[in-house]
């Protein structure tokens, strides 16, 4: 009778104890949410404000090789004498030294609304209505290899283009002096400007040995 009655009494005091947990757990329960709520709104807000900047940064890539040899293939095929380095210690990804002139050509592979002014470092992307992220500015970098290049080669102009992926809108000021190209039609407009006449020639063995002997390739 002992026994029974100590796994009563035991019994009654587990079932006390699992209903006051259960209440308190319920009474908690809308703060908890609110906690939530209030969390997620907070890193809602901070994305909209800083964008990636509060995540982990992932490198934007280079051109990949497949795509780079597709536009060096494609150029090779036209006729007349020029040479196409793929660059690897500059900001850049091609450099087309052709009898008309030099070339030099840089993917940027963002996709959204890059807004801002050539001169800045670095420029606003807006990813979404509410998505804004800070990214390097490419129209510095081509730049800063184009100053690069004129160390070597002296005062020879160099034609810039930046080729942008298909899903990314320009709205940068100032950018006179560098073309910008959608991937999709980039190749047929460069092919159409190194079929034009030259007016002047340059040595493009010359200048070629000279590029690869300061910078490689």
């Known amino acids: 009778m ?3 009655d100590y796994i009563f009494r035991y019994s009654l005091t587990v079932s006390l104890i699992a209903n006051v ?3 308190i757990f319920k009474s908690l329960t809308p703060i908890f949410a609110i906690i939530m709520v209030i969390t997620i709104v907070n890193i ?3 994305y909209s404000k800083y964008g ?3 995540l982990p940064k992932f490198k934007s890539p280079k051109i990949d090789d497949y795509q780079q040899n597709i536009m060096i293939n494609s150029i090779n095929k036209l006729g007349g004498n020029r040479k196409v380095i793929s660059l690897t210690n ?3 990804d091609l450099l087309i030294i052709d009898e008309k ?3 030099l050509l840089l993917y940027y592979n963002e996709h959204g609304t890059l807004i801002g002014h050539i001169t800045d470092q670095k420029l606003k992307l807006k990813k979404s209505e509410y998505v804004f992220t800070e990214v390097i500015n490419p129209f510095q970098m081509i730049l800063e290899d184009e100053i690069k290049l004129l160390k070597i080669i002296g ?3 160099i034609n810039k283009y930046i080729i942008f992926n298909n899903n990314c809108n320009v709205q940068v000021e100032d950018i006179s002096n560098v073309e910008t190209l959608l991937l999709r039609n980039s ?3 460069l092919k159409s400007e190194l079929k034009k006449v030259a007016k002047k020639s340059i040595d493009v063995e010359e200048y070629y040995n000279k590029i690869t002997l300061k910078i490689g390739n």
């Open 52 to 54: 990636s900047k509060i």
């Open 101 to 103: 002139g030099i070339y």
């Open 155 to 157: 005062e020879i102009p």
């Open 90 to 92: 500059c900001q850049s």
């Open 187 to 189: 190749d047929h407009i």
């Open 2 to 4: 002992i026994i029974v």
């Open 21 to 23: 947990i259960t209440n």
């Open 44 to 46: 809602l807000y901070r």
